[in-house]
Structure formats: structure tokens, C-alpha cells
């Protein structure tokens, strides 16, 4: 085998290892996972994990041209929110791992305050903005977007989303949209 090759496989299998223990046990949560068997979806997934992980600190996620809000979405139908969506336009419709539209944070406990990065999410419209049909669902990981949905605010289309709560635990699992471990402090926003 070729140098050139063998660092190939090599890199292919670190990006799955990364992947596989990124992911709950078997029977651990409730939601979807990514198939370990489909190299595609763990391989995205490291890179996922890889490339987002920078956005730790807050001001790179500025920086690269993430928009911050001071509205903390609540589910309005049942326990948990997911937090602070920080929105970058030009990553509208991705389903490149490497580009998520949002990136959700939270608030920090303890003395210094200040916001954490909780998870990752892939938002894409809906082709024919229908509600009743779902032919445009787009995939990720293997997993379908939930939707379709309403937009969460005024002028947001029709869409479908996928998150990915690779910073923070989610007792639903790790693509699960909702997370009952998040809370909004004060009047939340909901969507």
C-alpha cells in the first residue's frame, strides 16, 4: 500500500473513531443516531465535531460571521429550550458539515457569566413552502431534518432543521431539536 493511501485510510479511520465515541451507548437515549456501519455519516460527523469546536469561544463564532441574539428559545410545548441562536445567512441551506447556519449557546454558571456553546444546527427551506408535503426533506449523518416547520420568526420560510448538541448532553439524544438540561432564564422567546 501506497504512503499516499495508507494515510488516507488512517485519517478515515481516526475521523470514525472520533465519531463512534461521540455517540451514546446503544439504548442510552431515545432519539436517532447515525448508523457506526455508514463511513459517509461518521466521517461528517467528525468533521462536524472538528470544525465547530472552535466556536467554543464565542467571539470566533463573531468573527466568522455568526450573528449574536439575546433571544433564548423556550419550548413552548413542553419542558426544555435550546438557547441562544447565533445565525450566519450564508450558511442557509448547507447540509455541509462544515457550515451550520446556527450555533446555539447558553448561559455560563458561575462567577464570570458569559455564554457557552451548547450545540450545532443545519437549517435548510422547504422547496415548495407546503407544510402537507415533505418530498424536499433533506439528510444528514443519515438522519432526516425534522420538519417541515414554520418559521420561528417573521420572514423566516418554511424550513427544515437539524441539531446536533455536541457540547452540551441531551437526555433525548444527540439530534433530538428540544433539551430538557437547557433552561432560558427570564420572559423566553418561543418557537
Known amino acids: 500500500m501506497s504512503a499516499r493511501r495508507l494515510k488516507a485510510v488512517l485519517t478515515v479511520a481516526a475521523a470514525a473513531s472520533i465519531a463512534l465515541a461521540a455517540l451514546p451507548p446503544a ?7 447515525p448508523d457506526p ?18 466556536y467554543a469561544d464565542e467571539s470566533a463564532a463573531i468573527v466568522d460571521g455568526y450573528k449574536r441574539s439575546d433571544v433564548c428559545l423556550a419550548n413552548p410545548r413542553g419542558p426544555g429550550a435550546m438557547g441562544y441562536h447565533y445565525m450566519n445567512a450564508s450558511h442557509w441551506g448547507s447540509t455541509d458539515p462544515t457550515k451550520p447556519a446556527a450555533l446555539i449557546y447558553g448561559p455560563e454558571k458561575g462567577p464570570g457569566g458569559g455564554r457557552k456553546l451548547y450545540a450545532v444546527e443545519w437549517i435548510v427551506s422547504d422547496p415548495d413552502q407546503n407544510l402537507a408535503t415533505d418530498t424536499g426533506r433533506p439528510t444528514m449523518f443519515g438522519l ?7 418559521g420561528h420568526a417573521p420572514g423566516m420560510p418554511i424550513h427544515y432543521d437539524l441539531h446536533m448538541w455536541a457540547y452540551k448532553d441531551n437526555p433525548a439524544g444527540l439530534f433530538h431539536n428540544w433539551n430538557t438540561a437547557v433552561e432560558c432564564s427570564g420572559p423566553p422567546a418561543h418557537g
Open 27 to 33: 439504548g442510552a437515549v431515545d432519539g436517532p443516531a
Open 37 to 54: 456501519e455508514n463511513g459517509r455519516a461518521m466521517l461528517d460527523l467528525a468533521t462536524a465535531y472538528r470544525v465547530t469546536a472552535k
Open 144 to 150: 432526516p431534518f425534522d420538519g417541515p416547520m414554520p
